[in-house]
């Protein structure tokens, strides 16, 4: 009898961001799947009884591919990723693999969704956002001149932006190409924030402007935050204008 | 003594949304304060111990000062909002307030980051989002022109869309326009998704399409979810193409 796969969320980083949903799925598993480091991030809910399987990073097919077969053998298993896993997440992936499966076979599945990085960046700011985009800057599955399309034609626009996966050990340039593109359209004095590990224990939050932040202090797991052109230090805050 | 401020998003509907942050503000507060329905929405938090202040619709400002004046008073306040309280919510507005307190005297203030309901929605039908924007469609405090203007540009990008505040009693002809602004670049045949009081018992997501979804089935309290062009029915689910 197939069993039933929960494709978890599990928020940026803290426990204490964590819904009790993606706590309840965890917590409920027979089996939990993920990245190393993810299944660490909820290494508080995991038990002896158990079995936990830990991937490498790169391995995302073959991870999706491992939870659905775990589920098809009558497992509750929990998939988990940092963050929203339907925003750059697993979500998409493990549920191709599902649907592979005829659906006499195929496991109870549940997309638990959670707090993504970009609005838990944007927490630690103030309230930066208006009207935004989010956008991954990987080129990895898709051509770079479609990212950079995709942020030419944001550039233009007045929402705020959050970027996710700004930078790799391979990727180095494309942070800088961002911004010469959004300087064509957006004021040099833009605030920009670079949210790093945001709710674990190394969380830092640099802000700075288009024209000067560093683009060689952001890592893979940096949100970089593109403020829109109404946002303003307010007290302590980065805040938009309401409506904007 | 200045007290403390929690500005907490609830996430979209049910307290298992909620993150373990949100239930330790909004129990730990000596008062809430929130528009009545998100009031409810935390319900099963409240005690006689605490001062609870439900609001009208449309009272977002004095909302936003009360819960800085009670504060200032040396309670520990939360402030709920419903879904993200970044995204459209409170956090700008109370921000706002309470950085008009002179310094000494201004409470401990923190931004609670909660799921927002566009991607709560995106769960509930799969993994419909790749690379997103999320826009408001109320012209209660921008010119409707402006909000216009992001759709058109939005239009002609393969982003999906999360719109927000999609109607109003008094706002009924906007998302007929939205729909002919988007048909000028988009094909007909796009998934769009009517997701109204997610996570709540009487949840309703129905599927359509970009010509023909009924823009009269929906209310305040839905969010419209335009899926990218690579986006597609698999088994039972939409689900973008990986990485577009």
Do not use: K
């Not at 598993?29 to 790169?58: K, N």
């Not at 790799?168 to 949210?195: F, I, K």
């Amino acid at each position: 009898m197939p069993g039933a796969l929960w494709i978890v969320g599990l928020g940026p980083g803290g426990a204490e961001d964590r819904t009790g949903r993606a706590t309840t799925a965890v917590r409920d598993a027979d089996a939990v799947v993920g990245y190393g480091p993810y299944v660490d991030q909820c290494a508080d809910l995991l038990s002896d009884a158990q079995l936990v399987e830990r991937s490498t990073m790169g391995r995302e097919e073959d991870r999706a591919a491992r939870a659905v077969e775990l589920a098809g053998e009558g497992r509750r298993v929990a998939l988990v990723s940092s963050g929203d896993t339907g925003i750059f997440g697993m979500a998409a992936l493990a549920l191709r693999a599902a649907a592979a499966v005829p659906e006499a076979q195929r496991p109870a599945v549940e997309v638990v969704p959670g707090v993504t990085a970009g609005t838990a960046a944007a927490a630690l700011l103030g309230a930066p956002l208006g009207d935004f985009a989010t956008v991954s800057l990987s080129d990895v599955l898709v051509p770079w001149e479609q990212v950079e399309a995709r942020l030419s034609a944001l550039a233009a626009t007045d929402l705020a932006l959050t970027l996710y996966n700004p930078r790799s050990r391979t990727r180095t340039w494309q942070l800088d190409r961002v911004r010469e593109l959004l300087l064509e359209h957006r004021d040099p004095e833009t605030s920009v924030a670079l949210a790093t590990d945001v709710g674990r224990p190394d969380q830092d939050v640099a802000l700075s402007t288009l024209a000067s932040f560093d683009a060689d202090a952001v890592a893979m797991r940096t949100v970089v935050l593109v403020a829109g052109p109404t946002a303003e230090r307010v007290g302590p805050w980065l805040v938009t204008a309401r409506g904007r």
